[in-house]
């Protein structure tokens, strides 16, 4: 029997690669199956890959803190333990086969250039330590950057590489990428330099002015240094880029909630002794927010290129905070399915397994919107940053005691009520102010119409 090949699985959506953070096993360790072999993670979630098969783990092909690219092998376990010759045909497919794609590419010759100064200039870009082109390894993802961002055969060649043995990782290209860009926007400065006699004279290239030193903060003696965690810098990494991809606009309106309040007071206790979980604020938001998403499906969303996609699901993402000042978004699915206590119950679960670390890699994919409380902290407006894919984004904001204007029969009064603010960030690409704002009011009215008696919306 073949030896079987491990490979690195799909976590969820535009998940493209994950990080070992740890391998259970070695080689020549006998496995059963479902046993646990390794831990992943990814900017998204922390995973343990089990393993598929019973057998011996005849070789693993990727060390602990490597990246690598879904789909890619990652080990081999060998289900009868003397496949000696066939162990070496896979590695050696395993090896051979994405250089055949990049040979295809990347290294199907080099190209000859018009001038002997092109060549001397092509090889002075390309830097003492990085190896020959046809000799290097290129991951799925780093070719496919390649392709559409038009990184030439000799341009990937030169690339420094930070991986082993000097492999080109995202990273590399991306900073490569990053410095193309500063080049292409210093324009050469060249002057002609006419004498009066109409003498026709050489073009001489105008020196390029001094580039400054790029801003760092001032560190003093008594300043304590602290690495980002591997979490926090794919956070950071998540947020830059959503910013990036997404024109950002935020919308906030005021809500009465006293008729909310009023209501969970007077059933809090019970429906803690009946279902088993505290009621809180957040699942009435949560289902006031559900029905205005069923009357703007613009809003549950996401953008394709030049394709917007109306989702038909309904997965409510709920931002939770982690320790160590990290966040993670995990979605309740067909939120749009369940009652109140359904959704306190699921959004409790979601919350217990994500500062557990026991999500799962459903549980952060597939979203279609976002709620995150500010709330919790006191806090009464922010502008939060969209999750991609999604297009909005919904803060809650704190729940306080503020004197209000009512209009009655007598006139107009001044009373003390709950207010709360709510804040919509949206993506201007697709959502313009009218549609943000007439979401956010619809929201605010729904809220405002709860009926505490009966405790259902009316509006």
């Known amino acids: 029997m073949p030896n079987f090949e491990v490979i690195m699985p799909k976590m969820g959506e535009s998940i493209e690669e994950a990080t070992i953070t740890n391998w259970f096993v070695k080689e020549g360790d006998q496995v059963e199956e479902d046993d646990m072999l390794l831990e992943i993670a990814t900017d998204k979630v922390d995973s343990e890959i089990p393993s598929p098969v019973a057998g011996v783990v005849k070789k693993i092909l990727f060390k602990q803190d490597e990246t690598v690219a879904v789909g890619t092998v990652i080990a081999l376990i060998n289900m009868d333990g003397d496949e000696e010759k066939k162990d070496a045909q896979a590695e050696d497919k395993l090896e051979k086969s994405p250089e055949a794609d990049l040979t295809a590419e990347y290294a199907a010759g080099t190209e000859k250039d018009d001038t002997a100064t092109d060549e001397k200039e092509t090889a002075e870009k390309a830097p003492a330590e990085a190896a020959p082109e046809s000799d290097r390894f290129y ?93 926090r810098k794919l956070i950071a990494e998540h947020m830059v880029k959503s910013k990036q991809t997404s024109a950002h606009v935020t919308n906030m309106i005021e809500v009465d909630v006293t008729s ?59 931002a939770v905070a982690l320790s160590g000042n990290n966040l993670i978004v995990p979605n309740i699915k067909d939120a749009d399915t369940l009652n ?120």
Do not use: C
């Open 139 to 231: 991951s799925p993802l780093v070719r496919k950057i390649a392709r559409e961002e038009n990184i030439s055969r000799q341009e990937l060649g030169g690339i420094r590489g930070s991986g082993i043995n000097g492999r080109v990782q995202k990273k590399d290209v991306l900073r490569y990428l990053e410095s193309r860009k500063k080049e292409e926007k210093t324009p050469e400065i060249q002057s002609t330099v006419a004498e009066s006699t109409a003498e026709k004279v050489a073009v001489k290239e105008a020196p390029s002015p001094e580039k400054k030193p790029s801003a760092s903060p001032v560190k003093d003696a008594e300043d304590e240094i602290i690495e980002m965690g591997r979490m």
């Open 340 to 459: 109140r206590t359904g959704l306190t119950k699921r959004m409790n679960e979601l919350a217990r397994a994500a500062r557990n670390n026991k999500l799962n890699p459903d549980d952060i994919s597939g979203g279609t919107f976002t709620v995150t409380n500010f709330g919790t902290f006191q806090n009464d407006i922010g502008t939060p940053i969209i999750n991609q894919p999604e297009v909005a984004i919904l803060a809650v904001g704190a729940v306080k005691k503020k004197p209000a204007v009512l209009e009655t029969e007598y006139g107009d009064v001044i009373a003390v009520r709950q207010r709360m603010w709510l804040s919509l960030t949206y993506d201007h690409r697709i959502i313009d102010g009218a549609l943000g704002g007439a979401f956010l009011k619809r929201l605010g009215d729904i809220i405002e119409s709860f009926d505490p008696e009966s405790g259902n919306f009316k509006g």
């Open 260 to 318: 909310v309040v009023n209501w969970r007071n007077r059933v809090k206790e019970e429906f803690l002794r009946k279902e088993g979980v505290k009621l809180t604020y957040l699942p009435v938001f949560l289902e006031a927010t559900i029905q205005a998403l069923r009357d703007f499906p613009q809003i549950n969303a996401s953008v394709d290129g030049d394709k917007i996609i109306l989702k038909k699901r309904i997965n409510l993402g709920i």
